[in-house]
Protein backbone atom coordinates (compact mmCIF):
# COMPACT_ATOMS: atom_id res chain seq x y z
CA UNK A 1 0.00 0.00 0.00
CA UNK A 2 1.14 3.38 -0.96
CA UNK A 3 2.35 5.23 2.24
CA UNK A 4 1.08 8.56 2.18
CA UNK A 5 1.58 11.68 4.47
CA UNK A 6 0.69 15.06 5.58
CA UNK A 7 3.86 16.92 6.43
CA UNK A 8 5.37 20.52 7.96
CA UNK A 9 6.93 22.31 4.47
CA UNK A 10 9.42 24.75 5.29
CA UNK A 11 8.21 27.43 3.14
CA UNK A 12 9.66 31.08 2.05
CA UNK A 13 8.29 34.12 4.30
CA UNK A 14 7.15 36.04 1.10
CA UNK A 15 7.29 39.25 3.41
CA UNK A 16 11.55 38.78 3.39
CA UNK A 17 11.74 37.12 -0.23
CA UNK A 18 9.06 39.34 -2.76
CA UNK A 19 7.99 37.63 -4.87
CA UNK A 20 7.40 33.56 -5.38
CA UNK A 21 8.11 33.89 -8.73
CA UNK A 22 11.88 35.09 -8.09
CA UNK A 23 12.94 32.09 -5.81
CA UNK A 24 11.46 29.25 -7.58
CA UNK A 25 13.24 27.04 -10.46
CA UNK A 26 12.88 24.14 -12.90
CA UNK A 27 14.11 20.98 -11.25
CA UNK A 28 18.14 21.40 -11.65
CA UNK A 29 18.47 18.43 -14.38
CA UNK A 30 16.87 20.75 -17.49
CA UNK A 31 19.12 23.80 -16.56
CA UNK A 32 21.38 25.29 -18.63
CA UNK A 33 24.45 27.25 -17.90
CA UNK A 34 22.71 30.60 -19.30
CA UNK A 35 19.61 29.69 -16.94
CA UNK A 36 21.27 28.81 -14.23
CA UNK A 37 23.39 32.48 -14.39
CA UNK A 38 19.66 33.86 -14.92
CA UNK A 39 17.88 32.36 -11.91
CA UNK A 40 20.52 33.19 -9.41
CA UNK A 41 20.90 36.38 -10.57
CA UNK A 42 16.73 37.24 -10.12
CA UNK A 43 17.06 36.90 -6.11
CA UNK A 44 19.74 35.80 -3.49
CA UNK A 45 16.97 33.60 -2.07
CA UNK A 46 16.02 31.76 -5.66
CA UNK A 47 16.21 27.68 -4.88
CA UNK A 48 18.92 27.37 -6.91
CA UNK A 49 21.73 28.87 -4.62
CA UNK A 50 21.20 25.63 -2.64
CA UNK A 51 19.64 23.26 -5.20
CA UNK A 52 22.15 24.29 -8.27
CA UNK A 53 24.91 26.46 -6.59
CA UNK A 54 28.08 27.33 -9.20
CA UNK A 55 30.86 25.14 -8.82
CA UNK A 56 33.98 28.04 -8.08
CA UNK A 57 37.63 27.59 -8.65
CA UNK A 58 39.58 26.27 -5.78
CA UNK A 59 36.82 24.02 -5.18
CA UNK A 60 38.39 21.02 -2.97
CA UNK A 61 36.59 18.76 -0.43
CA UNK A 62 36.06 20.50 2.39
CA UNK A 63 34.43 23.75 0.32
CA UNK A 64 32.81 22.89 -2.50
CA UNK A 65 29.23 23.76 -3.76
CA UNK A 66 27.61 21.42 -1.44
CA UNK A 67 28.71 23.06 1.34
CA UNK A 68 28.07 26.16 0.29
CA UNK A 69 23.88 24.70 -0.52
CA UNK A 70 24.19 23.81 3.00
CA UNK A 71 25.36 27.13 4.68
CA UNK A 72 23.58 29.05 2.71
CA UNK A 73 20.45 27.03 3.89
CA UNK A 74 21.23 27.37 7.61
CA UNK A 75 21.47 31.19 6.87
CA UNK A 76 17.80 31.32 5.24
CA UNK A 77 16.55 28.87 8.41
CA UNK A 78 18.48 31.11 11.06
CA UNK A 79 17.22 34.28 9.60
CA UNK A 80 13.35 32.80 9.44
CA UNK A 81 13.70 33.05 5.44
CA UNK A 82 12.72 29.61 5.60
CA UNK A 83 10.00 28.65 7.84
CA UNK A 84 8.54 25.76 9.02
CA UNK A 85 4.64 25.34 9.00
CA UNK A 86 2.98 25.09 12.37
CA UNK A 87 0.30 22.44 11.34
CA UNK A 88 1.06 19.22 9.27
CA UNK A 89 -0.82 19.94 5.52
CA UNK A 90 -1.18 18.54 2.08
CA UNK A 91 -0.03 20.98 -0.28
CA UNK A 92 -2.80 21.29 -3.56
CA UNK A 93 -0.65 22.23 -6.50
CA UNK A 94 -1.69 23.08 -10.01
CA UNK A 95 0.16 24.39 -13.38
CA UNK A 96 -1.60 26.39 -15.78
CA UNK A 97 0.65 25.65 -19.17
CA UNK A 98 -0.15 25.89 -23.01
CA UNK A 99 0.89 23.25 -25.11
CA UNK A 100 2.91 23.31 -28.60
CA UNK A 101 -0.58 22.72 -30.04
CA UNK A 102 -1.72 25.88 -28.66
CA UNK A 103 -4.29 24.61 -26.34
CA UNK A 104 -4.19 25.47 -22.68
CA UNK A 105 -4.11 23.27 -20.06
CA UNK A 106 -3.80 23.08 -15.93
CA UNK A 107 -2.41 19.81 -14.15
CA UNK A 108 -3.56 19.14 -10.95
CA UNK A 109 -2.20 17.30 -8.04
CA UNK A 110 -0.60 17.35 -4.61
CA UNK A 111 2.56 17.68 -2.28
CA UNK A 112 3.02 15.24 0.73
CA UNK A 113 5.56 12.68 1.93
CA UNK A 114 5.57 8.89 0.53
CA UNK A 115 7.21 6.56 2.57
CA UNK A 116 10.41 5.07 0.06
CA UNK A 117 10.12 1.51 -1.16
CA UNK A 118 12.78 -0.06 -2.52
CA UNK A 119 11.41 -1.16 -6.48
CA UNK A 120 10.40 -4.17 -6.71
CA UNK A 121 9.31 -4.45 -2.81
CA UNK A 122 5.88 -2.47 -2.49
CA UNK A 123 3.52 -0.49 -4.67
CA UNK A 124 6.01 2.43 -5.79
CA UNK A 125 7.21 1.47 -10.06
CA UNK A 126 9.84 3.51 -11.89
CA UNK A 127 9.47 2.96 -15.59
CA UNK A 128 12.92 4.74 -16.95
CA UNK A 129 16.40 3.61 -16.14
CA UNK A 130 18.67 5.58 -14.35
CA UNK A 131 22.21 7.17 -14.94
CA UNK A 132 25.41 6.89 -12.09
CA UNK A 133 26.58 10.37 -12.49
CA UNK A 134 23.20 12.49 -11.53
CA UNK A 135 22.96 10.26 -8.02
CA UNK A 136 25.59 10.77 -7.05
CA UNK A 137 25.73 14.72 -7.30
CA UNK A 138 22.00 14.30 -5.36
CA UNK A 139 23.31 12.29 -3.01
CA UNK A 140 25.94 14.55 -1.80
CA UNK A 141 23.08 16.93 -1.78
CA UNK A 142 21.08 15.30 0.66
CA UNK A 143 24.03 14.58 3.14
CA UNK A 144 24.84 18.77 2.75
CA UNK A 145 21.75 20.04 3.16
CA UNK A 146 19.57 17.20 5.14
CA UNK A 147 16.37 18.25 2.95
CA UNK A 148 14.48 17.61 0.13
CA UNK A 149 14.74 20.58 -2.19
CA UNK A 150 12.47 19.59 -4.98
CA UNK A 151 9.62 16.90 -5.73
CA UNK A 152 9.62 13.47 -7.24
CA UNK A 153 6.23 13.51 -9.52
CA UNK A 154 4.38 10.71 -8.83
CA UNK A 155 1.22 9.10 -11.04
CA UNK A 156 -1.60 7.07 -9.51
CA UNK A 157 -5.19 5.43 -11.38
CA UNK A 158 -7.89 6.90 -10.28
CA UNK A 159 -10.19 7.10 -12.96
CA UNK A 160 -13.07 8.33 -11.07
CA UNK A 161 -10.79 11.59 -9.97
CA UNK A 162 -11.78 10.91 -6.26
CA UNK A 163 -8.48 11.02 -4.32
CA UNK A 164 -8.54 14.57 -5.59
CA UNK A 165 -11.91 15.72 -5.16
CA UNK A 166 -11.50 16.70 -1.81
CA UNK A 167 -8.91 19.14 -2.50
CA UNK A 168 -10.84 20.28 -5.23
CA UNK A 169 -13.35 21.63 -3.70
CA UNK A 170 -10.90 23.12 -1.52
CA UNK A 171 -9.22 25.39 -4.10
CA UNK A 172 -12.57 26.14 -5.46
CA UNK A 173 -13.21 28.44 -2.33
CA UNK A 174 -9.62 29.24 -1.41
CA UNK A 175 -7.19 31.34 -2.73
CA UNK A 176 -3.67 30.23 -3.77
CA UNK A 177 0.40 31.44 -3.75
CA UNK A 178 1.06 31.71 -7.16
CA UNK A 179 4.12 31.79 -9.58
CA UNK A 180 5.47 32.44 -13.46
CA UNK A 181 7.95 30.75 -13.98
CA UNK A 182 10.55 31.65 -17.21
CA UNK A 183 8.52 29.83 -20.00
CA UNK A 184 4.85 31.29 -18.52
CA UNK A 185 3.73 28.48 -16.81
CA UNK A 186 1.31 29.53 -13.78
CA UNK A 187 1.67 27.43 -10.77
CA UNK A 188 -0.56 27.93 -7.96
CA UNK A 189 -0.19 26.26 -4.11
CA UNK A 190 -2.99 25.69 -1.45
CA UNK A 191 -1.51 24.66 1.75
CA UNK A 192 -4.30 22.22 2.99
CA UNK A 193 -4.59 21.67 7.23
CA UNK A 194 -7.77 20.37 6.99
CA UNK A 195 -8.20 16.77 8.85
CA UNK A 196 -11.23 15.15 7.43
CA UNK A 197 -9.55 16.56 3.75
CA UNK A 198 -6.10 14.70 4.49
CA UNK A 199 -7.96 11.58 6.32
CA UNK A 200 -9.76 11.43 2.48
CA UNK A 201 -6.83 11.86 0.63
CA UNK A 202 -4.47 9.96 2.15
CA UNK A 203 -6.77 6.85 2.83
CA UNK A 204 -7.83 7.32 -0.51
CA UNK A 205 -4.04 6.31 -1.69
CA UNK A 206 -3.75 3.66 0.36
CA UNK A 207 -4.73 0.88 -2.13
CA UNK A 208 -2.99 2.41 -5.13
CA UNK A 209 0.49 1.84 -7.05
CA UNK A 210 2.72 5.01 -7.65
CA UNK A 211 4.13 5.28 -10.78
CA UNK A 212 7.41 7.67 -11.06
CA UNK A 213 6.85 10.16 -13.73
CA UNK A 214 10.22 11.84 -13.07
CA UNK A 215 12.91 12.51 -10.62
CA UNK A 216 14.04 8.75 -10.61
CA UNK A 217 17.22 9.81 -9.57
CA UNK A 218 16.02 11.35 -6.62
CA UNK A 219 13.76 8.84 -5.86
CA UNK A 220 16.62 5.98 -6.12
CA UNK A 221 19.08 8.83 -3.81
CA UNK A 222 16.84 9.02 -1.16
CA UNK A 223 16.30 4.99 -0.87
CA UNK A 224 20.09 5.51 -0.40
CA UNK A 225 20.56 8.24 2.06
CA UNK A 226 17.66 6.22 3.97
CA UNK A 227 20.14 3.15 4.51
CA UNK A 228 23.15 5.36 5.05
CA UNK A 229 21.01 6.84 7.51
CA UNK A 230 19.97 3.95 9.09
CA UNK A 231 23.22 2.32 9.36
CA UNK A 232 24.49 5.50 11.21
CA UNK A 233 21.33 5.09 14.09
CA UNK A 234 19.78 8.01 12.77
CA UNK A 235 16.60 6.80 11.27
CA UNK A 236 15.31 5.47 13.88
CA UNK A 237 11.65 4.24 14.01
CA UNK A 238 9.38 3.12 10.90
CA UNK A 239 8.10 7.08 10.89
CA UNK A 240 11.48 8.98 10.69
CA UNK A 241 12.09 11.36 8.16
CA UNK A 242 14.73 9.73 6.74
CA UNK A 243 12.34 6.91 5.47
CA UNK A 244 10.06 9.47 3.26
CA UNK A 245 10.33 11.45 0.34
CA UNK A 246 8.85 14.67 -1.17
CA UNK A 247 6.71 14.08 -3.98
CA UNK A 248 3.44 15.39 -6.55
CA UNK A 249 0.99 12.98 -6.90
CA UNK A 250 -1.10 13.41 -10.44
CA UNK A 251 -4.34 10.95 -10.87
CA UNK A 252 -3.24 9.65 -14.44
CA UNK A 253 -6.64 10.21 -15.64
CA UNK A 254 -6.09 14.11 -14.91
CA UNK A 255 -6.72 16.04 -18.08
CA UNK A 256 -4.11 18.22 -17.79
CA UNK A 257 -1.73 15.21 -17.56
CA UNK A 258 0.57 15.40 -20.82
CA UNK A 259 3.08 12.88 -22.29
CA UNK A 260 5.23 14.97 -24.77
CA UNK A 261 7.65 13.69 -27.37
CA UNK A 262 11.79 13.38 -26.85
CA UNK A 263 13.22 13.52 -30.20
CA UNK A 264 16.64 12.19 -30.73
CA UNK A 265 19.47 14.29 -32.61
CA UNK A 266 21.93 11.87 -34.11
CA UNK A 267 25.42 11.70 -34.67
CA UNK A 268 28.03 9.27 -35.16
CA UNK A 269 27.28 8.05 -38.38
CA UNK A 270 28.83 9.81 -41.27
CA UNK A 271 26.34 11.69 -42.46
CA UNK A 272 24.20 9.91 -44.52
CA UNK A 273 21.67 10.79 -46.68
CA UNK A 274 18.06 9.99 -47.46
CA UNK A 275 19.13 7.50 -49.86
CA UNK A 276 21.49 5.54 -47.75
CA UNK A 277 19.11 5.70 -44.58
CA UNK A 278 16.60 4.04 -46.84
CA UNK A 279 19.07 1.02 -47.82
CA UNK A 280 20.00 0.15 -44.40
CA UNK A 281 15.86 0.71 -43.24
CA UNK A 282 13.77 -1.06 -45.94
CA UNK A 283 14.24 -4.43 -44.91
CA UNK A 284 12.56 -3.64 -42.13
CA UNK A 285 10.35 -0.47 -42.72
CA UNK A 286 7.97 0.75 -44.70
CA UNK A 287 9.27 3.89 -46.21
CA UNK A 288 7.45 7.21 -47.46
CA UNK A 289 9.22 9.82 -48.74
CA UNK A 290 7.96 13.47 -47.32
CA UNK A 291 9.88 16.27 -48.37
CA UNK A 292 12.87 18.68 -47.84
CA UNK A 293 13.43 21.05 -45.60
CA UNK A 294 11.60 22.68 -42.18
CA UNK A 295 8.07 22.37 -43.82
CA UNK A 296 8.29 18.56 -44.12
CA UNK A 297 9.38 18.11 -41.30
CA UNK A 298 6.19 19.95 -39.48
CA UNK A 299 4.70 17.14 -42.49
CA UNK A 300 6.49 14.17 -41.10
CA UNK A 301 5.49 15.07 -37.76
CA UNK A 302 1.84 15.69 -38.56
CA UNK A 303 1.85 12.26 -40.22
CA UNK A 304 2.87 10.59 -36.96
CA UNK A 305 0.15 12.38 -34.66
CA UNK A 306 -2.29 11.28 -37.56
CA UNK A 307 -1.29 8.09 -36.88
CA UNK A 308 -1.64 7.63 -33.43
CA UNK A 309 0.82 4.43 -32.94
CA UNK A 310 4.18 3.09 -31.99
CA UNK A 311 4.86 1.86 -35.28
CA UNK A 312 6.20 4.98 -37.03
CA UNK A 313 9.17 6.84 -37.03
CA UNK A 314 10.60 10.15 -39.01
CA UNK A 315 13.84 10.72 -40.07
CA UNK A 316 15.73 13.64 -41.13
CA UNK A 317 19.27 13.50 -42.96
CA UNK A 318 20.55 16.72 -42.54
CA UNK A 319 23.21 15.70 -45.19
CA UNK A 320 20.58 16.79 -48.27
CA UNK A 321 17.81 17.91 -45.60
CA UNK A 322 15.32 15.63 -46.60
CA UNK A 323 12.68 13.52 -44.61
CA UNK A 324 10.97 10.48 -44.79
CA UNK A 325 8.18 7.96 -42.58
CA UNK A 326 9.23 5.04 -41.68
CA UNK A 327 6.26 2.42 -40.99
CA UNK A 328 7.80 -1.12 -39.01
CA UNK A 329 7.03 -3.98 -41.22
CA UNK A 330 8.98 -6.72 -39.34
CA UNK A 331 7.70 -6.48 -35.24
CA UNK A 332 9.15 -9.88 -34.88
CA UNK A 333 12.52 -8.38 -35.24
CA UNK A 334 12.66 -6.81 -32.03
CA UNK A 335 11.46 -10.12 -30.06
CA UNK A 336 14.33 -11.66 -31.54
CA UNK A 337 16.43 -8.78 -30.47
CA UNK A 338 14.75 -8.19 -27.14
CA UNK A 339 13.65 -11.56 -25.76
CA UNK A 340 13.78 -11.15 -22.12
CA UNK A 341 11.31 -8.10 -22.57
CA UNK A 342 7.35 -7.81 -22.67
CA UNK A 343 5.55 -6.90 -25.96
CA UNK A 344 4.62 -3.65 -24.50
CA UNK A 345 8.12 -2.70 -24.05
CA UNK A 346 8.70 -4.40 -27.89
CA UNK A 347 6.26 -2.01 -29.22
CA UNK A 348 7.58 0.92 -27.86
CA UNK A 349 8.63 3.12 -30.91
CA UNK A 350 11.80 4.45 -28.71
CA UNK A 351 12.64 0.75 -28.03
CA UNK A 352 12.28 0.21 -31.88
CA UNK A 353 14.71 3.23 -32.41
CA UNK A 354 17.82 1.98 -30.35
CA UNK A 355 17.14 -1.71 -30.54
CA UNK A 356 16.44 -1.83 -33.71
CA UNK A 357 17.47 1.01 -36.01
CA UNK A 358 20.46 2.40 -33.77
CA UNK A 359 21.93 -0.52 -32.56
CA UNK A 360 21.34 -2.76 -35.49
CA UNK A 361 20.60 -1.72 -38.91
CA UNK A 362 22.23 2.00 -38.64
CA UNK A 363 25.56 0.15 -36.55
CA UNK A 364 27.27 -0.53 -39.76
CA UNK A 365 27.73 3.16 -40.73
CA UNK A 366 29.21 4.05 -37.05
CA UNK A 367 32.99 4.42 -37.58
CA UNK A 368 35.38 2.08 -35.21
CA UNK A 369 37.38 3.77 -32.70
CA UNK A 370 40.34 1.50 -33.72
CA UNK A 371 41.22 -1.15 -35.75
CA UNK A 372 40.86 -3.55 -32.46
CA UNK A 373 37.71 -2.13 -30.84
CA UNK A 374 34.40 -2.00 -31.94
CA UNK A 375 32.50 1.19 -32.95
CA UNK A 376 30.92 3.25 -29.66
CA UNK A 377 27.35 4.05 -30.15
CA UNK A 378 25.79 7.02 -31.91
CA UNK A 379 25.81 10.00 -29.74
CA UNK A 380 22.07 11.26 -29.37
CA UNK A 381 21.14 14.85 -28.06
CA UNK A 382 17.63 14.92 -26.94
CA UNK A 383 15.07 17.58 -27.37
CA UNK A 384 10.97 18.07 -27.04
CA UNK A 385 10.11 20.83 -29.58
CA UNK A 386 10.02 20.85 -33.02
CA UNK A 387 10.98 24.02 -33.59
CA UNK A 388 14.34 22.42 -31.75
CA UNK A 389 14.81 19.73 -34.12
CA UNK A 390 14.48 22.27 -37.13
CA UNK A 391 17.36 24.24 -35.40
CA UNK A 392 19.58 21.18 -34.91
CA UNK A 393 19.22 20.95 -38.23
CA UNK A 394 19.49 23.79 -39.95
CA UNK A 395 22.54 24.39 -38.29
CA UNK A 396 24.25 21.03 -39.03
CA UNK A 397 24.35 20.23 -34.83
CA UNK A 398 23.59 16.09 -36.00
CA UNK A 399 23.79 13.72 -38.62
CA UNK A 400 20.19 12.53 -38.38
CA UNK A 401 17.29 13.74 -36.67
CA UNK A 402 14.23 10.93 -35.44
CA UNK A 403 10.94 12.34 -34.49
CA UNK A 404 9.91 9.48 -32.32
CA UNK A 405 5.60 9.56 -31.03
CA UNK A 406 5.31 9.67 -26.93
CA UNK A 407 4.05 7.21 -25.11
CA UNK A 408 0.63 6.56 -23.75
CA UNK A 409 -0.22 6.62 -20.21
CA UNK A 410 -1.26 3.29 -20.68
CA UNK A 411 2.05 1.83 -22.04
CA UNK A 412 3.73 3.45 -18.84
CA UNK A 413 1.53 1.55 -16.40
CA UNK A 414 1.57 -1.83 -18.27
CA UNK A 415 5.54 -1.77 -18.42
CA UNK A 416 6.10 -0.42 -15.06
CA UNK A 417 3.66 -2.56 -13.58
CA UNK A 418 5.80 -5.22 -15.37
CA UNK A 419 8.92 -4.14 -13.25
CA UNK A 420 10.89 -3.28 -16.64
CA UNK A 421 12.02 0.07 -17.09
CA UNK A 422 11.58 1.96 -20.87
CA UNK A 423 14.91 3.26 -22.29
CA UNK A 424 16.06 6.79 -21.05
CA UNK A 425 14.12 9.86 -21.95
CA UNK A 426 11.27 7.53 -23.21
CA UNK A 427 8.85 9.97 -21.73
CA UNK A 428 8.39 13.95 -21.15
CA UNK A 429 6.10 15.01 -18.89
CA UNK A 430 5.50 19.14 -19.26
CA UNK A 431 5.40 21.16 -17.52
CA UNK A 432 8.39 20.40 -14.96
CA UNK A 433 7.83 20.58 -11.03
CA UNK A 434 9.08 23.75 -9.45
CA UNK A 435 11.67 23.44 -7.01
CA UNK A 436 11.57 25.91 -4.46
CA UNK A 437 7.20 25.97 -3.50
CA UNK A 438 8.02 23.85 -0.58
CA UNK A 439 10.87 21.55 1.19
CA UNK A 440 10.85 18.97 2.74
CA UNK A 441 13.47 17.93 5.76
CA UNK A 442 14.85 14.92 6.17
CA UNK A 443 15.49 15.25 9.83
CA UNK A 444 12.35 16.89 11.50
CA UNK A 445 8.53 16.12 11.53
Known amino acids: ?180 DHLGVKSRLWPVTDPSIITAVTAGMGPRPIFIADGHHRYETGLKYAQEQEALGEARGDDAPQRFILMMLVSMSDPGLLIMPTHRLVSGLGRP ?47 DGRWQLARLTKPEAMAQLAPQQSPAWRELAVSVLHRLVLDTLLAPLLAPAASDRPAPPAACRYVHLLGEVEQACAAAECELAVLVPPATMQQVQRIASNGETMPPKSTYFYPKLLSGLVFNSLHQH
Open 1 to 180: MADVHAFRAFRYDLGRVGSLSDVVAPPYDVIDAALQEALLARSRYNVLHVDLPRDLPGDHEQHNRYTRAAATLRDWLDDRVLVQDSARSLYAYEQEYQAEDGQTYTRRGFLARVRLEPFGQGRIYPHEQTLAGPKADRLSLYRATRMNLSPVFGLYPDPEGSVYAPLAEYTRRHLPLEAT
Open 273 to 319: TAPALAERLRSHFELQPVGTGPAAARQTWELIQADGTQAVLGFGTVA
